[in-house]
């Protein structure tokens, strides 16, 4: 169920009702349940799925943690009997032990999500190669379903695997409490990837009730429903009808595209993530935030530090440290210094960046589009940190640039559209036409469109133009406004009647504006298909 | 602690009442446009009960003048017909009337034992938005709905009409609170003069047989007016147009004398009614005008008074006073509607 739903609002309204009505003591069990509920409202087969995560991670972790316990205890009886080196390879040899349940849980896991996201995309490029080679009868593809956010809530069991292997974290003892960690179900759909050791901190706590930190959870609901229904729903109609037909809506209608696509995911997004925060919040469960005005950077490693937060340091932390220090890593990097110098130096680097981002574009989806995407993104950062030294050499050269509001605002919007290019290879069909659309800004530029008229034949009209321009302005003006504290917060301080009368005002633009109903379908969460 | 609820269910009201006026603006009024969207509601307004209820689609509040059975032979009646009005609206509305009154009569159409499945959308809406809350309009929704509609938007209009935002014109301002009346007691009347030509055959059917759903619903109708000692009276409009198939026919004859009811179908009876097709349509034969009504109604009348147990109550003052009031305005817009056609008539 989607989270702009009826179905959603009432699941909702029943759970929080009951959730302060039963004992504190059974709250987080009834999240566990309504959690349940609602994953397997998207079909009971999605159960067995994230039922074999659950299960075999809660085991694995649980293995991990006993072992370690085992061995440190055996260790610290017998330290005084062994030698240095039988030590050293004791410890080896416990380690291997534990390492050999973490890979097999990984396995297990991300097994299960390379086969359900990616083998129809595997057997799909193997045919293409073997046409290619003139080979005989294609493969035939799979029906195969995704269960419902396999990406995030793998990606939120491993992380915790890795901790727990890591002695970051304790293991889980509770089956219960480790499957509404996983399950967790503001969550599930669309992340953020939430740790053990931030979400456990409040999910398993009673929660009594706490009428400012509800009426702040509502509001944000509120917010997010807002960005969700008025801006990015009503964005995805003339999106549709630009990307639909490329070869009408080249040159400036790409840049168009470029823009709205920014705004759109951006309300999409962030809208899913404000009620997934805002209702965990009047549920007393704190989740992590996910967003930080990510169009304000200056820079795309930047950029990556405040959009989608969470996955950015899920990749970091299990992905890429792991990598820079791995053996392989290490003698290319040995290698390469021998070799090249102070630039060989940062090779190895660069490798590790280059796999954490076609892994990231791989994680997005199973096409060469989120590939490339995941690519250039890597090739950008890496490009800006490579031309560092000129950037010095520039800003030596003109001292009153740096820091000027001016230059700021030159880095944001360089930021901006050129994350907002790479970004379009979500959208279009294929890469070749995702570039050749691009290319098409300066080959067929016709600026005319944007004030012919062109652009209310795309599916929406002047007004409805207008009702998208202040909605996002309005985010933008609450993005400006939140740089030290969320807007809602100074609301609330002023005068209660004002948070009142805030919410109040979101329940009836968003019904009267909202895109809903006949005629218009609330789309799907876009980050649900990841 | 008070303070904070205070303030609390001073927001709720005040959220309440603008979604009640937001529900109320955005509305469709159905004043200058698309008046069968309004007749449904009127029904609320009747002062007196009726002795004659109409229920079906618009082969009855095209076809029949409540005020010409008054004027000529005392009888109170009133149309609860509606665009393509379904036979399950049809019982659900013959249900909620017989909450308001106890007809003597009620008087079903049978056309729409057609339709076997929930139509469209806008006709729905036609027919069931003006309906007051009660179970029957609930579980007329529940009947009705096609795929794509849910019950919520039918409890709160706004979910399915905030989309008109952008259409918003000073009518709907005007009639925020209250509606002018677009009919006389349900008949929506029509001047104009388009004479039947070429009326179609129906082309041939695969399958006769009405569905069983609407076979139940007949069921259910005559079984309640059992109940509630109401003559139930089943008739075939004299519209050439949807067909009326020789087959549909013979299964409602059936039906008919196995359950005992009167049926008459008026396609039969033109020539003896004296409804002319050159002169008493106003479409070319799919409905009445009100020349081609009065006729109709005159003979129906004539029917109900020596076949019913209905009374001439032009002698009771109470009814008198307002039926006369009704007859008034009859005439009002029958003068007026007769001017502008005649004004736009190049003939």
């Known amino acids: 169920m989607s989270f702009a739903s009826t179905q959603f609002l009432a699941f909702f309204g029943v759970l929080f009702l009951l959730y302060y009505t039963v004992p504190r003591r059974w709250q987080w069990k009834l999240l566990l349940a309504g959690s349940l509920f609602f994953y397997w409202f998207a079909g009971w087969w999605c159960l067995i799925y994230i039922g074999v995560t659950t299960v075999t991670t809660w085991l694995a972790a649980r293995r991990i943690d006993a072992l370690a316990r085992e061995q440190d205890a055996w260790f610290q009886e017998h330290k005084a009997e062994l030698s240095r080196e039988e030590r050293k390879a004791r410890k080896a040899k416990d380690r291997s032990i534990r390492f050999r349940w973490l890979l097999g849980c990984l396995l297990v896991n991300f097994g299960i999500l390379a086969v359900v996201k990616y083998t129809n995309f595997v057997i799909g490029n193997l045919n293409a190669a073997a046409a290619a080679l003139g080979g005989g009868q294609p493969l035939p593809t799979l029906s195969l379903v995704l269960p419902m956010g396999i990406s995030f809530y793998t990606f939120q069991a491993m992380g915790y695997l890795i901790d727990v292997y890591w002695g970051k974290s304790p293991a889980e003892e509770s089956l219960g409490r480790f499957a509404l960690f996983v399950t967790f179900f503001p969550q599930l759909i669309q992340g953020p990837i939430s740790r053990f050791g931030d979400l456990s901190r409040t999910l398993y706590s009673e929660h009594p009730w706490d009428s400012r930190q509800i009426a702040m959870g509502v509001e944000r609901v509120l917010w997010g429903l807002a960005k969700k229904l008025i801006v990015a729903d009503r964005l995805a109609i003339p999106l549709r009808a630009l990307v639909a037909d490329p070869e009408q809506y080249n040159g400036v209608y790409v840049l168009a595209v470029i823009f709205l696509y920014a705004v759109q995911l951006y309300a999409d997004f962030t809208g899913g993530i404000d009620i997934t925060i805002g209702a965990a919040q009047m549920l007393g469960v704190q989740v992590t935030e996910n967003f930080q005005r990510p169009f304000f950077s200056k820079n795309a490693a930047e950029y990556w530090r405040r959009w989608h937060i969470t996955m950015g340091t899920w990749f970091r932390d299990y992905l890429f440290y792991p990598m820079s220090v791995s053996k392989p890593i290490l003698k290319l990097h040995q290698k390469c210094r021998n070799r090249f110098g102070r630039f060989g130096k940062r090779i190895s680097v660069h490798t590790c960046s280059i796999i954490l981002w076609f892994v990231t574009g791989l994680w997005h989806g199973a096409s060469w589009n989120f590939i490339v995407w995941g690519l250039l993104n890597g090739l950008v950062i890496i490009i800006s940190q490579e031309l560092e030294p000129l950037y010095d050499k520039f800003h030596a050269r003109f001292p009153r640039l740096k820091g000027s509001r001016g230059w700021d605002a030159v880095q944001v919007l360089r930021t901006f559209w050129l994350m907002g290019a790479i970004r379009v290879l979500d959208v279009y069909r294929d890469v070749p036409l995702t570039f050749r659309q691009l290319g098409t800004v300066f080959t067929a530029f016709r600026p005319q469109v944007l004030w012919d008229g062109s652009f209310l034949e795309l599916g929406i009209g002047m007004g409805d133009w207008l009702v998208a321009a202040a909605g996002a302005g309005t985010m933008l003006a609450c993005s400006l406004l939140g740089r030290r504290e969320p807007v809602r917060e100074r609301l609330s301080r002023h005068s209660p009647h004002l948070a009142w009368g805030g919410c109040v005002v979101l329940i009836w633009l968003t019904l009267i504006f909202g895109v809903y109903g006949i005629g218009f379908d609330a789309t799907q969460f876009i980050y649900n298909q990841f | ?347």
């Open chain 2, 1 to 347: 602690m008070k303070k904070n609820i205070r303030t609390a269910i001073l927001w709720v009201l005040i959220l309440a009442a603008g979604l009640w006026l937001l529900n109320a603006l955005f509305m469709p009024k159905y004043m200058s446009d698309i008046p069968e969207g309004a007749l449904i509601a009127e029904y609320y307004k009747e002062e007196t009960g009726h002795d004659v209820i109409f229920i079906g689609d618009c082969e009855v509040y095209e076809n029949f003048s409540p005020d010409l059975l008054w004027r000529e032979y005392g009888l109170t009646s009133y149309i609860r017909g509606s665009a393509q009005q379904l036979i399950w609206q049809s019982y659900y509305l013959m249900e909620e009337t017989l909450n308001y009154e106890t007809p003597k009569v009620m008087v079903f159409n049978v056309l729409s034992m057609k339709y076997g499945e929930p139509q469209s959308e806008a006709y729905n809406r036609l027919n069931l938005d003006g309906m007051r809350l009660s179970p029957q309009k609930i579980a007329a929704v529940r009947a009705s709905m096609t795929e794509e509609e849910s019950l919520l938007s039918y409890l709160f209009p706004l979910l399915r009409y905030h989309s008109r935002w952008n259409e918003l014109k000073g009518e709907d301002l005007r009639y925020l609170t209250h509606r002018d009346i677009v009919s006389d007691s349900g008949y929506l009347m029509n001047v104009q003069v388009r004479p039947a030509e070429n009326v179609p055959t129906g082309r041939p059917l695969g399958d006769y047989s009405f569905a069983p759903v609407c076979w139940d619903y007949l069921d259910k109708m005559a079984d309640l007016c059992e109940e509630k000692g109401v003559q139930l009276v089943l008739i075939k409009a004299p519209s050439l147009y949807p067909y009326w198939y020789d087959q549909w026919e013979e299964q409602i004859e059936d039906y008919a004398a196995r359950r005992g009811l009167p049926y008459i179908n008026f396609l039969e009876l033109t020539d003896e009614i004296g409804v002319d097709f050159a002169t008493d349509t106003y479409d070319s034969g799919l409905h009445l005008n009100l020349y081609g009504a009065e006729k109709l109604s005159r003979w129906f009348g004539q029917w109900l008074t020596a076949n019913c147990p209905v009374e001439d109550r032009r002698g009771q003052e109470d009814y008198a006073n307002i039926w006369n009031e009704k007859s008034a305005a009859y005439a009002a817009r029958k003068a007026r509607l007769e001017a502008e056609w005649s004004g736009e008539d190049p003939a």
